[in-house]
């Protein structure tokens, strides 16, 4: 190649590089650099005020502004404890999940760009992300908090959970292999039970089970009672699409295995589940079964209790189930004490408010991988009265295993 062809190459490469920064910009994007340059301007003449040495009756707000973003995310990581009470233990925790996190983001293998950033760096990106997610607290006073506009913190925050939603495959995901038997659990654990018999009962790899989150619904669709914040005003005639069903499979640890999000009733719950495992049964070890409350479709892969009982054999039967139960209960009582704004999503989008709750799901497994681990108070799910959906065959299956183990407790 001549020196002609070298010129005529690099000019070439100048030109395409001129286009792509010249192109015309569409109007989000007009709206988003002018965002970006207004905070520069706002960040430069903060940074300037911080460089002078402050009058002392100003030390207090200018330690706040400095502090505020590490604060924040020391405060809301720990539910119910003042950033001032924390012990350095607990910041250092702290500052190892956003760590985390962050670390999280930049590995992946996503190339989406971080709308609505600016100048804000990933990682103070993510102590406001698990601001608005641990907090019930308004765009306004977060947009105060952090010094920043506030419809760029709705693109940052959005921005943020699209991302970690990119990460559900990879952190909730259905053990298989050695990872499979490892999570498995005896039905009932009793002393006295023989080896033999304990081979012969199948073991648990997982509960399922259900919560609702509740959501803002669009103005003028529903009336103003539909939407009060609270779980405990959401009555059985209530509008559906006042909240969000979330569908969940959690292990021993109260990590989850499964996570669908609906806003259809739950007169189906469980139905897509039951039907993969029944098309895969590869995903359940060889004698192993999922557990579930009545009301969920009762199959070879999953056990329901009985919904009317006769004797004890039932009832003990049903107690062995109420044990796995309360592991669902308290997974979802923790997912809820960490993430607060789960208490009442005010988004009047399903798209949106879908993807925070799973946001929320994917960084309950982050955190407890890291052994962070926040206890909520558990509350018992109602109780179903009426079978779920039966496969046929399923129930002389729940007999025999009923029969074994009252032969095993009682032996």
């Keep these: 190649m001549d020196i002609a062809e070298h010129v005529l190459s690099a000019g070439r490469a100048v030109l395409d590089m ?45 330690i706040q502004i400095v502090q505020s973003q590490a604060n924040v995310g020391a405060r809301v990581l720990h539910t119910g404890t003042t950033t001032a009470n924390l012990s350095e233990e607990h910041v250092e925790s702290v500052d190892s999940a956003v760590k985390c996190i962050t670390d999280l983001l930049q590995s992946s293998k996503s190339r989406t760009r971080m709308a609505g950033r600016a100048r804000l760096s990933l990682s103070q990106t993510v102590v406001l992300s698990l601001t608005l997610l641990s907090e019930r607290v308004s765009y306004r006073s977060v947009s105060r ?19 970690i939603n990119m990460l559900k495959e990879k952190h909730i995901r259905w053990p298989v292999g050695g990872e499979a038997v490892e999570a498995l659990v005896p039905l009932y654990s009793v002393e006295k039970r ?38 405990k005003k959401m009555k059985k005639d209530s509008h559906p699409d006042s909240w969000l ?117 994917v960084l309950h497994n982050v955190f407890l991988d890291m052994g962070h681990v926040v206890q909520g108070h558990a509350e018992k799910e109602e109780a179903v009265t009426q079978e779920g959906e039966v496969e046929e065959g399923v129930f002389s299956r729940r007999d025999a295993v009923s029969d074994l183990l009252f032969e095993s407790v009682n032996a």
């Design 245 to 361: 069903h979330l569908e969940l499979v959690c292990d021993r640890t109260g990590r989850f295995l499964h996570c669908r999000i609906s806003k259809s009733p739950d007169s189906d719950r469980g139905g897509a589940l039951s039907d993969r495992l029944r098309q895969h049964p590869e995903l359940m070890p060889s004698g192993s079964c999922l557990v579930a409350r009545a009301g969920y479709p009762l199959t070879a892969q999953i056990l329901t209790p009985y919904t009317r009982t006769h004797g004890l054999r039932e009832e003990l039967f049903n107690k062995a189930l109420e044990e796995h139960f309360h592991i669902l209960e308290q997974a979802v009582a923790n997912l809820k004490a960490r993430f607060q704004r789960l208490a009442y999503l005010d988004i009047g989008n399903y798209e949106r408010a879908s993807a925070v709750v799973l946001t929320a799901c």
């Design 18 to 62: 001129v286009e792509r920064e010249w192109q015309p910009l569409s109007a989000d994007e007009l709206d988003q650099r002018l965002d970006q340059a207004v905070e520069e301007i706002l960040e430069s003449d903060l940074m300037a005020k911080l460089s002078r040495p402050p009058p002392t009756n100003t030390v207090y707000n200018v």
């Design 145 to 163: 908090r952090f010094r920043l506009e506030k419809g760029n913190i709705h693109r940052i925050f959005f921005s943020f959970c699209e991302r």
């Design 194 to 231: 023989e080896e033999d018999e304990e081979r012969r009962l199948p073991q648990v790899l997982g509960v399922l089970g259900h919560t609702h989150i509740p959501i803002r619904l669009p103005i003028g669709k529903h009336d103003a009672e539909s939407r009060v914040p609270e779980v």
